[in-house]
């Protein structure tokens, strides 16, 4: 079967199915069909993320969410000719279509020319302590800690590096020679590697000042301890959509009170609610900044927190929902888990 099948749904079928569909098969689109096979829309990232932001749950209809009338071509249409379409377009995949409109398969361009390799350099914040993992941060920097085998910080690098990224700069305080030492120039992963050295602690934003240079391109930020599928492509391209200075990837976080929380009211109860769960979106450790962000960072230590409240105060900061995996890294408990579930997983 072709691969597109597995990612063809039901105007009726539940959201949740919908992402799993689009989850399970990396392909970053559904197709949504009638009960005739003819094409009524499309899924993408961004409609889901849109769909979560505007609280829609995972029993929602996938129809509501779908983008309709998405831009397709003829079922014969040649490569070449999908390619070029594409690159008009600004799309990165195109479905194909009978005379009827039932759907007859999809053009990828990944597929088509391969990974993409884009401009923007990608800055990895790799100058903590990490004091909350001693005493393995002791002799070793949290970024080198093995993860499977594999240092956090290089599981980082090769996910960009698959997505098509070259440019990379290390920010690098404690034990930056070792650091250093691992990672060299890129060379090994056929990429380019320079490195911020903090010679007092800047913070996660205050280190892009020791940039040689303002970037030409939107750049991506991001915490030196984080393992994550995020698809960085899909970021950079809500962060363009938006036309914003400076977006955070955000996480859902669930914390469930273990306690009946009651409300008063001049003493009298009126309520109880029984374990209550709340949720919250949390900084995830993940930016795509503008060159002009940076003018927004003062000399001295500054976090990207205090960063965001500046841009956000002129209109300037958007919030990405990242719902692909992601762990931080920043206890042993943590550290344990993710080895835990790579050993599972192997």
Excluded at 132 to 143: A, N
Excluded at 234 to 240: F, G, I, N, T, V
């Amino acid at each position: 079967m072709e691969k597109w099948k597995e990612v063809v749904v039901g105007p009726d079928t539940p959201l949740g199915e919908t992402i799993r569909r689009i989850d399970a098969s990396a392909m970053q689109i559904a197709l949504v069909v009638d009960e005739d096979g003819r094409l009524q829309g499309v899924v993408t990232d961004g409609d889901i993320r849109r769909a979560m932001i505007d609280g829609h749950g995972v029993e929602y209809p996938t129809a509501g969410v779908m983008t309709k009338s998405p831009l397709t071509l003829p079922w014969n249409t040649t490569s070449d000719h999908a390619l070029s379409h594409m690159r008009r377009y600004s799309i990165h995949h195109v479905p194909l279509v009978d005379d009827a409109g039932v759907l007859c398969g999809v053009y990828f361009i990944d597929e088509l020319i391969g990974v993409v390799k884009h401009p923007n350099p990608v800055v990895l914040m790799a100058g903590g302590l990490g004091t909350r993992l001693r005493p393995l941060t002791e002799s070793c920097p949290k970024p080198l800690l093995p993860v499977g085998g594999t240092p956090i910080l290089e599981r980082i690098i090769e996910r960009f590096v698959e997505q098509g990224f070259e440019k990379f700069y290390i920010s690098v305080n404690y034990m930056a020679e070792m650091i250093k030492a691992h990672f060299g120039s890129g060379e090994r992963w056929g990429i380019s590697i320079e490195y911020l050295h903090e010679n007092q602690r800047l913070g996660t934003a205050g280190a892009l000042s020791l940039l040689p240079e303002r970037p030409a391109h939107p750049l991506i930020v991001m915490n030196g301890d984080l393992l994550t599928e995020i698809d960085f492509v899909a970021l950079l391209r809500e962060h363009a959509a938006r036309k914003v200075l400076a977006t955070m990837a955000v996480r859902e976080y669930e914390m469930q009170i273990p306690y009946g929380v009651v409300s008063v009211d001049a003493g009298f109860i009126s309520s109880i609610q029984e374990k209550p769960l709340h949720k919250f979106l949390v900084n995830a450790g993940i930016y795509v900044l503008e060159p002009a962000a940076l003018a927004y960072i003062s000399e001295g230590y500054i976090d990207m927190t205090a960063l965001f409240e500046k841009v956000k105060a002129d209109g300037q900061a958007w919030a990405y929902p990242l719902r692909e995996y992601w762990v931080d890294i920043g206890r042993l408990e943590d550290l344990e888990a993710v080895q835990f579930a790579l050993q599972s997983a192997g």
